[in-house]
């Protein structure tokens, strides 16, 4: 006897359970693509809902090594397809040099006592920190530990600052012991927040004041044990409405009150073109033009956050945290 054919509604629910199962799998397969997207959308349900699952998505893929396979994939395409990677020797910003000459590592890192390095910040290190682990971690006289949060902002009130980020950072300065804080934040401010009940509005003096509050009342944790801070300047983005120069006074402001513990590092002098403007391609040894930045024109691939944990490296070298090669 034929079994009776599926109702249209039950043919219907089928097809969805196959479609967010397959946006399951690769939201866990392509963490990456999901928070990029997530991270450029308007504000509104969209964004809240993909924001609320990228965040655990991005967790268990990583905690589970789901998303290795797509990146062996990718090494394999680009060995297969003769491309190679760009020379990461890009020099360090003559002002960040400049500022590094008056700031005396108190040791020498070395195999039995490593440089112990803290990364915070948002999606941009979370991106960043796989950069840091790929060039510096090889080195036996460092360890990286990169704490990106997805979404993180210091005006992004997803965060309870008192309950849930300065007790975080508190925590991970107690148990990390870093002697070295990088930061690289910034993607997420440009949107109009509240700010206990106060809507807040990008480019405002009242915004800026805000940012300059949580950004000292940060370095003052990640100093908490000692650390000196190198902090990233927001690299410039396709989109101007992600006003990184109005971040960057900000951040150059904070390091400033906090000299000569925290030094300043142009991102853009490796991200940017010979003008420190947006590009989206940058050469390799052979002259073919690479991707340097995601989709969107606000994350890095691989080669972006290669060239920014370079020089990271040459600056430590230069401030007397490492040996050169």
Known sequence: MREPAPS?????GRLLGVLLGGLLLASLLLPGALQSWTDTRPDGPVRMIARAWSRPALSLSESLRLNEPVRILERLVERLSGVEEPTT?????????????????????DWSDPLRILGVGDSLMLDLQ???ER???????VVVEGRGALGFGFTVPFWDWEKDVVPDYERLVAEIHPDVVVVMIGANEFEGHAFEGEDLLPGTDRWREVLRLRSSDAVSRWRAGGAHVYWWTTPRMRD???????????WISTSVEWSPSVTVIDSMEVLGDANGAY?????DASGEQLPLRKEHGVHFHEIGADLLAVQLEEILVADGWLASD
């Open 135 to 141: 060039v510096l971690e090889p080195r036996s006289d």
């Open 8 to 12: 249209p509604r039950r043919r219907a």
């Open 89 to 109: 020797s890009a020099p360090a910003s003559p002002d960040a040099a400049e500022t590094s000459t008056n700031t005396v590592a108190p040791r020498k890192a």
């Open 240 to 250: 101007s409405r992600f006003k990184t120069d109005d971040l960057n006074e900000v």
């Open 130 to 132: 796989y950069g840091l």
């Open 279 to 283: 590009q989206e391609t940058v050469s």
